[in-house]
C-alpha cells in the first residue's frame, strides 16, 4: 500500500517573533521543513504535498531544496487544520492508499511511530491519530477514548472541564486512507469556539460514519512542535543529545560529547575521533579512522582515512583532505584538495587550490586567491616544499618537487624541481645596530634631563 504526505506549513508562528515563516527557521542547519519531510520519509512517500501560507515563496523554496518531488499548495487563508488538509486535495487526486498528516513545525516524528501507525490502520481502523501524554497537557487537543477506540478529539478552547482532564493528548499526526480523509473533510464546519475547520472533527465523523478510529501513542519528546525561540533552542538541544548518542554507538569517539555540535547530514566513519569543541557545519564527511582535534569548525568538507585536523582549525566548503592529510593550528581550508600525506601544519590559508601529495606547506603560507574581483587558481605539485610565510599569488604553479624560499612572493610558475627566491637579498652591516641604539638612547637622555 501507498502513502503521502500532507504537510501543514502554513502558520506564521507568531511566537518566534520573526520576519521568516516559522518553519524556516534551523536545527542542525536545516529547516524545520526539511526535518518534517525527513521524518516522513521513512513511509516512502508516493507524494508529498506540503501546504504553505505565509512566506509560501520562501517555503517553496526550501521544500524544493529538501525534496524537489515534493508538492507545495498554497493555503491564503489560516481557516484552519481542517482546511489546510483540503488545499492538498486537487495535489493527491488520483492517488490511491493513505495519506499521514504531519506539521511542517514537529521535526521528531520516528519511523517506528508511522510505522505503528501504518499497523494499526491494517489492524481495522478508518483513522489513526498520533497521541501522546504530555508533563502539562496545557492547550492540546483531547482524546476521548472508549476503551481502545478513539471517539473523539476535542479542542481545549471547546472542552467541558471534565474533557480538559483527559490527559491523553493529540499531536496532530493523522492517518487515514486519502479519499477518505477527503471524504470525511468535506463534513467538517467552523462552528466551533475558535471558528476554525479542524481537523480533529474528522474523528468524530467517521465515528457517525460507523468508521473505527485509533491511537497510537509516543513520547512527549517526539511530538515536540516549535512555537518559539526556547522551543527552537530545545529541539537543538535534543536533536544535539541524539546525534551524539548515534555517533557514539556508530563507533565514533567523541572524548566530549556535549561540546561536539553536528548539522542535520553530518557524516562520521568508524574509528573518528572527535575532540571537544568541533563544531560541524553542514555537508561534512569525516572518513573512518581521521581525528578533528579541538576547537576546529567543518562545513563542506571531507576528510579522508588517517587525516588529522586542528586543533583549531578551519574547513570550508570544498575542502578536500585526501588519506593522511594534516591540517594544522590556525589553518583555514576552502575549495582545495589537499593530497595524501600532504602537510599544511601552521597559520596557513589555502583556498582555491590544489595540493599535491607529500607537500609541505610551510608555517603562514598564503594562497592569495582574490583580486578583488576574480577568484585563482593556485597548484602545489607533489612533494613541493613552500617555505615559511610564502605569498603564492595566484594563478599560480609551483612543480612537483620545487621549493619556494621562505618569505617569497610568487608570481610566476615555478617548474618541476626549481628553487624560487621571490624576496629581497639580505645585507648585513655589522656593528650598525648597536651604533643606531646607542645614538637614541643618548637623544632620550639629553630630552629627560631638559624636562627635570
Ligand atoms: C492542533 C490540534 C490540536 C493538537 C495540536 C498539537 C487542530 C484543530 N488542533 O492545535 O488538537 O493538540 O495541534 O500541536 O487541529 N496550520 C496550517 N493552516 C491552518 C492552521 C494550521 O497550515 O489554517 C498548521 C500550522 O502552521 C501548524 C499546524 O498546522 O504547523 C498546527 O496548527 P496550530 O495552529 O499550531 O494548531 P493548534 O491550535 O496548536
Ligand atoms: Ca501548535
Known amino acids: 500500500m501507498t502513502t503521502s504526505l500532507i504537510i501543514l506549513a502554513a502558520g506564521q508562528g507568531t ?194 460514519r460507523g468508521l473505527s478510529c485509533g491511537v497510537v501513542t509516543c513520547d512527549e519528546a517526539e511530538t515536540m512542535g516549535i512555537n518559539s525561540r526556547a522551543d527552537l533552542a530545545a529541539a537543538e538541544a535534543a536533536f544535539q543529545s541524539r546525534a551524539r548518542a548515534e555517533a557514539l554507538t556508530a563507533g565514533v569517539t567523541l572524548t566530549a560529547p556535549e561540546t561536539v555540535y553536528f548539522a542535520h547530514d553530518t557524516h562520521l566513519g568508524r574509528d573518528a575521533t572527535i575532540e571537544p569543541h568541533v563544531i560541524f557545519g553542514p555537508g561534512v564527511t569525516v572518513e573512518t579512522g581521521a581525528t578533528i582535534r579541538a576547537f576546529s569548525h567543518l562545513e563542506g568538507c571531507h576528510v579522508s582515512t588517517g587525516a588529522i585536523v586542528g586543533p583549531y582549525a578551519r574547513l570550508r566548503p570544498g575542502a578536500e583532505l585526501a588519506n593522511n592529510a594534516k591540517v594544522g593550528n590556525f589553518c583555514e581550508v576552502k575549495n582545495a584538495e589537499v593530497g595524501e600525506g600532504a602537510k599544511i601544519n601552521h597559520l596557513s590559508y589555502i583556498g582555491d587550490a590544489t595540493v599535491g601529495d607529500g ?72 656593528g650598525l645596530a648597536r651604533k643606531l641604539m646607542g645614538k637614541l638612547k643618548a637623544a632620550k637622555m639629553a630630552k629627560m634631563k631638559e624636562a627635570k
Open 15 to 208: 511566537r518566534m517573533q520573526s520576519d521568516q515563516p516559522k518553519v524556516l527557521h534551523q536545527i542542525a542547519h536545516a529547516p524545520l521543513i526539511a526535518h518534517a519531510i525527513r521524518a516522513g520519509a521513512s513511509v516512502a512517500p508516493e507524494r508529498i504535498v506540503v501546504v504553505a501560507g505565509h512566506g509560501a515563496e520562501a517555503v517553496a523554496k526550501a521544500t524544493n531544496e529538501a525534496a524537489p518531488e515534493a508538492q507545495v499548495v498554497l493555503q491564503s487563508e489560516q481557516l484552519g487544520t481542517g482546511h489546510a488538509v483540503q488545499q492538498a486535495r486537487s495535489a493527491l487526486e488520483g492517488v490511491t492508499g493513505d495519506a499521514i498528516v504531519l506539521y511542517g513545525d514537529t521535526p521528531f516524528i520516528r519511523p517506528e511511530t508511522l510505522s505503528a501507525m501504518a499497523k494499526a490502520r491494517a489492524s481495522g481502523h478508518a483513522v489513526v491519530v498520533l497521541g501522546f501524554e504530555p508533563v502539562d497537557p496545557a492547550r492540546y487537543g483531547r482524546l476521548k477514548m472508549s476503551g481502545d477506540s478513539l471517539d473523539a478529539i476535542v479542542e481545549f478552547k471547546d472542552a467541558t472541564d471534565k474533557e480538559r482532564a483527559i490527559t491523553l493528548c493529540n499531536s496532530g499526526v493523522i492517518c487515514a486512507d486519502a479519499a477518505e480523509l477527503f471524504s470525511l473533510l468535506d463534513d467538517v464546519t467552523n462552528d466551533n469556539a475558535s471558528g476554525e475547520y479542524y481537523l480533529t472533527d474528522v474523528i468524530a465523523i467517521a465515528r457517525a
Open 359 to 430: 607537500a609541505n606547506i610551510g608555517a603562514g603560507t598564503v594562497t592569495c586567491n582574490y583580486d578583488g574581483y576574480f577568484k585563482h587558481h593556485t597548484e602545489i605539485g607533489a612533494r613541493a616544499f613552500i617555505g615559511s610565510s610564502t605569498m603564492l599569488v595566484a594563478p599560480v604553479r609551483v612543480g612537483d618537487e620545487a621549493l619556494t624560499a621562505s618569505g617569497s612572493v610568487i608570481t610566476r610558475d615555478v617548474e618541476d624541481g626549481a628553487l624560487a627566491l621571490g624576496r629581497a637579498r639580505q645585507t648585513t652591516k655589522p
